[in-house]
């Protein structure tokens, strides 16, 4: 079976993988050929079975895959038991005055029937695909191709984009604009739409992103953790134009507008804030954050640990020294800083006076005001400590609560830091 599988042009894909197990159990089993189901429930175990089950159903359905496809590969596409208008002449005779008269007496039989209708099931009439070309759905196949006594019927009358903006002349005009996807401007609308009927929405050949990925799949690595959910639930047309655009990138908004039109609640804040981070205020997401997605947790380009820094190049080096208080030195900007906007000073998640005691809330504990420094007292930290780098880390709390913290009291061996407290009784 190796060789003979090695010689078929179409393989079914799980035997490309080198897997037979999806199908056939290794040991025993109560069906034929050691296969886990019987039927069309083999088959749906893997293949999504919503396509086959529309409102109009291929009559070979309810007798079975295998009526159609061969279960491990064939010569011809889609593990097709025969080339496809000689499988379809099986059971539909083309000489059939009924037959031709329905296909307008165009030798179809010369194409493929796929191009115009589903092989399994559709919600339309006669199993055309879900997205019909309004010529085919009125019959007028002669508004594209030759006159059917023509020599030469399926010929068209005109070729690439001249025959489409034959009637699209609104989207002629539209496509006129500053940028252009290069398949619009060199008139290639068949490298992305069916001539005649598709599953897809407007006629296109593949669903929205992987029709995109099969050009753009270079540029682009959407095989990340943190997908971009307009990209990954719709497409790329979400924001952007496919056919032509004022806006660079075919974008259906300027820079300055497309992110908000789903992040309204940072427009807000860009409004509403005292203090905007200034990337945020240019209207320049892209300087943090990759459009498509990107490894990083809120689609970061960068990890977090390194965001920040770079553009905040001197403070990275500024900041560290002997010294470093442990968000600083663990990189965790955010612990302290909001992203876009605060309401608060160098954009502070909290006013100051509340922001340390986020993490040293135990040295409030059973502080009693008496001999308490004023400043401690009043969580006016930064006095002393600047809040980012320190070489001594200490304050005269320190030194009159040294034993309720001792950690803090083992790095207090400078108190005379500020107006030398130790010599003042008021402190002791």
């Known amino acids: 079976m190796a060789e003979e599988i090695e010689k078929m042009a179409s393989v079914h894909t799980v035997l490309q993988r080198g897997l037979c197990l999806p199908c056939h159990d290794a040991h025993a089993s109560e069906n034929q050929s050691l296969l886990k189901k019987t039927g069309n429930d083999q088959c749906f175990a893997c293949h999504d079975k919503a396509p086959f089950e529309r409102s109009k159903k291929h009559k070979p359905l309810d007798d079975g895959c295998l009526t159609c496809h061969s279960p491990h590969g064939s010569g011809h596409e889609y593990n097709l038991i025969k080339e496809e208008t000689e499988l379809c002449a099986s059971c539909h005779n083309y000489e059939n005055p009924s037959f031709k008269d329905a296909h307008m007496n165009y030798p179809v039989e010369q194409a493929k029937c796929s191009g115009c209708h589903s092989s399994h099931s559709s919600s339309n009439n006669k199993l055309l695909r879900e997205s019909v070309h309004k010529p085919i759905e009125e019959m007028q196949c002669n508004l594209c191709h030759n006159p059917n006594t023509d020599a030469n019927p399926l010929a068209v009358i005109a070729e690439g984009s001249l025959l489409c903006y034959s009637c699209h002349e609104k989207a002629e005009k539209d496509f006129q604009a500053t940028y252009k996807h290069p398949v ?123 965001l920040c820094f770079t553009c905040h190049t001197k403070e990275a080096e500024k900041f560290f020294k002997t010294y470093i208080h442990k968000p600083v030195l663990d990189k965790q900007c955010g612990s302290c800083h909001l992203s876009h906007a605060s309401s608060f000073d160098n954009l502070l998640t909290e006013k100051p006076s509340e922001l340390c005691i986020k993490c040293h809330d135990s040295m409030y504990l059973e502080v009693e005001d008496v001999g308490t420094h004023p400043l401690f007292k009043n969580k006016e930290c930064g006095t002393c400590q600047k809040g980012i780098r320190y070489k001594t880390l200490t304050s005269t709390h320190c030194v009159r609560n040294a034993s309720r913290f001792p950690s803090i009291w083992s790095t207090a061996s400078s108190c005379r830091a500020r107006s030398n407290p130790s010599t003042s009784s008021s402190f002791f």
């Open 184 to 306: 619009t401007d060199e008139g290639k609308c068949l490298s992305c739409h069916s001539p005649h009927a598709s599953d897809n929405p407007k006629i296109t050949l593949k669903s929205n992103l992987a029709l995109c990925m099969d050009c753009h799949k270079d540029r682009l690595n959407l095989d990340v953790t943190n997908l971009h959910k307009p990209v990954k639930d719709n497409g790329c047309t979400v924001c952007h134009n496919p056919h032509a655009s004022e806006n660079q990138f075919q974008l259906k908004e300027s820079n300055k507008k497309l992110c908000f039109t789903c992040h309204q609640q940072v427009e807000e804040s860009l409004r509403n804030e005292a203090h905007v981070h200034e990337p945020v205020a240019n209207i320049e997401c892209s300087k943090c954050h990759d459009s498509h997605g990107s490894n990083n947790p809120a689609m970061v380009k960068v990890p977090m640990t390194d």
